[in-house]
């Protein structure tokens, strides 16, 4: 996911009292304070500390930039392989004005991609003194908020791809998390799948897990603090699973997922949350954090003593789950949104909005905000019922998850960056 750093927003997708329209006009200006052109491909979301925004970007010197949204299922690779301009772009975050911008690496490109995906998808961290943005096979960066190298690190190679098809690849995605002192990264891949801690201020392995039976996914690590331990959970196939965070201890595991999963876990109303899709199952399930072994339940199973409740169809693709409130929002690629009562799993409702969504939904003062590939912005009542309240239109592709802070929410379209406000706070 997804995973953009401002106060309480951070990984849940939430920022209340920010005072954010839910109307606006980009061709009109209205409700806009600002609208810049972006060059090259991202996925990467906006992150936003202080008073400044940090954006990714993989810049083609071809100028090819193709990008093929909507709904469809091929596994075409991107033909475009010349030299690539790997960025990291920082702005101001009241006039979107570039105060700096930095070159992580310059070369053809390492991996693949799909025609669906960049180079650049995975989104940057911060603690608010360090900047760790992640480009794949191409590397691993720390940054100072000045745009000063720290480190850099080769990760070596880190392609993904489906795995019953050999020689072709999709794009790493997996964000880096900060977590006090330490960066945790999640490569499941074509081979050699691991996950790994380093450390922050020198970019020093501190320990490696191998993940042999883990095929290639796109979600990124979580964490769950609690019982005076700190877990990382993360997404995956054929397994969902935790880890100690200080030895990379394996704690729990969950089977019985899709096998291309993509969303990234959630922790909310003391339970840990997650979904995947793809082939036999796309499950929602809620776990319990003291949860230990294995987790996977009988097929024909719904529940478990450690495992408060599993649907085994209609978990999203892409777009990682948001729990607000008292409700679920579960936002299927298909546009078909499903809201739960996420102690029990029980259905809410569903509404088919009928566009391509990979967005993650998030959430500000009682309103959901949907986020279509085709740039239409979804904004409705959070409750039991569908209430749409608005519909706008960015007027580009859209695929990242926007970002939140007081006063504004930044989109990053195919080839701007947006930000929504009534007035700058």
Request: aromatic letters at 10%; a neutral charge.
């Amino acid at each position: 996911r997804i995973f953009t750093f401002f106060e309480t927003f951070q990984v849940v997708g939430i920022l209340d009292n920010a005072r954010i329209p839910t109307t606006w006009n980009v061709s009109k200006k209205v409700n806009i304070l600002w609208d810049i052109p972006v060059p090259g491909l991202a996925h990467s979301c906006p992150v936003i500390w202080n008073d400044k925004v940090f954006i990714t970007t993989a810049v083609s010197s071809s100028r090819q930039d193709s990008l093929k949204i909507g709904l469809y299922g091929d596994i075409d690779m991107s033909e475009d392989q010349s030299v690539h301009d790997f960025k990291i772009i920082c702005l101001e975050k009241k006039t979107g004005r570039i105060i700096w911008e930095n070159i992580a690496y310059q070369g053809i490109p390492k991996e693949r991609r799909h025609t669906k995906s960049t180079y650049a998808n995975p989104t940057p961290a911060t603690d608010g003194k360090y900047l760790v943005v992640s480009f794949g096979s191409n590397g691993l960066c720390c940054y100072d908020l000045d745009g000063n190298l720290i480190w850099k690190k080769d990760l070596g190679s880190l392609a993904t791809g489906p795995f019953n098809e050999n020689g072709v690849e999709w794009g790493y995605s997996a964000s880096p998390v900060i977590h006090e002192d330490r960066i945790i990264i999640q490569a499941d891949l074509l081979k050699n799948s691991f996950l790994a801690v380093y450390g922050l201020k020198t970019g020093n392995e501190i320990w490696k897990t191998d993940r042999p039976e883990q095929i290639s996914s796109w979600g990124s690590p979580a964490i769950y603090e609690g019982e005076g331990k700190t877990h990382i959970i993360v997404n995956g196939y054929p397994y969902m699973m935790s880890y100690d965070f200080v030895t990379g201890q394996e704690i729990w595991k969950l089977g019985s997922v899709g096998d291309a999963p993509a969303p990234t876990a959630i922790v909310a109303k003391g339970l840990i949350f997650l979904n995947s899709a793809h082939n036999k199952w796309s499950p929602i399930v809620a776990i319990r954090p003291t949860a230990t072994g294995d987790l996977t339940l009988a097929d024909t199973a719904t529940s478990g003593s450690q495992v408060p409740w599993m649907i085994r169809r209609g978990g999203a693709y892409m777009a990682s789950l948001l729990v607000y409130g008292d409700n679920l929002y579960n936002m299927q690629i298909s546009g078909l949104l499903s809201v739960l009562d996420p102690l029990t799993g029980k259905l809410r409702y569903k509404q088919n909005i009928g566009k391509a969504f990979s967005a993650s939904p998030v959430a500000s003062d009682g309103q959901i905000y949907l986020t279509a590939e085709t740039g239409e912005i979804y904004v409705i009542r959070d409750g039991p019922e569908y209430k749409l309240i608005s519909e706008n239109n960015l007027g580009d592709p859209c695929m990242a998850t926007p970002a939140i802070a007081p006063g504004m929410i930044v989109f990053r379209t195919q080839h701007r960056l947006i930000a929504v406000g009534s007035s700058y706070q």
